[in-house]
């Protein structure tokens, strides 16, 4: 049963004026997966040249959710009407050819998508699911997109590389946000010092307490010895302060100490003023 979109349910399209067309798709569910793969990455511009199936339940079914791509998609009866407008085409080509033609990887051919796109509509053309695109097909792109494959089995399923090309579209796009905003869109956060951590970043002063916490914890259960130190201490200085903790991992670790002690009959040691409080054993 097609399932079109809701109302209020249209993608948003990142880059509205580059269009993913497709030439004569034999199997309606890789227009749905298509589909699913544009959502995925913010684009909604479809087209679709002389499919043998369209709309049909397979290519609602294997969308996913990108009913309204589906919805909004352009059906032609040829690729010539399908880039009569364009500024920009460029064909995806695993193939090598005898008159050699301007070839270009993903990441590069997405650059070129995007600035051509203030000008006017870009094609970013894929071919048959069998045979991809005819040499006549190719030789109405300016360009040629290779996805670098495993030479050994190179043949990529429809979905997957309009999946690459749109991938390497949003990541372009990102980056775009980035230099004008400012903002960590495709920043790593691996640490507190990273923005969007939870916790502030462990003072010196309480990774210090902590320290003295763990040589007394230690000492109490007779695993260390003040008279004859060893490295012991130096070791887990290095560990512990090679994983940059937080206040609130700081005041975990302090909470488990003092329920050593206390479970080793001796004194838990009294938090030292600090910048955060240490917690008891009901700090989780």
């Known amino acids: ?91 995806t080509s695993a193939r090598g050819r005898k008159v050699p033609w301007p070839v270009i990887p993903p990441a590069e051919a997405v650059g070129k998508a995007a600035e051509y796109s203030a000008q006017g509509p870009v094609a970013l053309v894929f071919g048959r699911e069998s045979n991809g695109l005819s040499n006549d097909e ?64 462990a003072s010196v002063k309480d990774v210090e307490g902590f320290f003295g916490h763990l040589e007394g914890t230690l000492e109490a259960i007779d695993f260390h010895r003040r008279d004859n130190p060893r490295q012991l201490m130096t070791r887990l200085r290095r560990l512990f302060q090679r994983a940059q903790m937080d206040q609130m991992e700081i005041n975990i670790l302090r909470g488990v100490l003092s329920a050593v002690q206390k479970a080793a009959g001796d004194q838990p040691q009294a938090a030292p003023d600090s910048d955060s409080q240490v917690q008891d054993k009901d700090h989780v």
């Open 138 to 201: 190719l030789q109405r792109c300016h360009y040629h997109i290779h996805i670098p494959s495993n030479p050994d089995y190179s043949s990529l399923n429809l979905a997957m590389a309009v999946q690459v090309v749109s991938y390497e579209l949003r990541m372009h796009y990102l980056r775009g946000l980035e230099e004008q905003e400012s903002r960590p869109y495709l920043g790593s956060m691996t640490s507190p010092e990273d923005p969007g951590w939870d916790v502030p970043l």
């Open 1 to 91: 049963m097609l399932k079109p979109a809701l109302p209020g349910e249209a993608t948003q399209a990142n880059y509205p004026q580059i269009r993913i067309v497709l030439v004569e798709t034999s199997h309606s569910g890789n227009i749905g997966a298509v589909a699913r793969a544009m959502k995925n990455m913010g684009l909604a511009n479809l087209w679709l040249v002389n499919p043998a199936s369209f709309p049909d339940e397979a290519s609602y079914a294997r969308s996913s959710g990108a009913s309204d791509v589906l919805d909004q998609a352009r059906v032609v009866g040829s690729l010539d009407e399908a880039i009569e407008d364009c500024v920009l085409v460029m064909g």
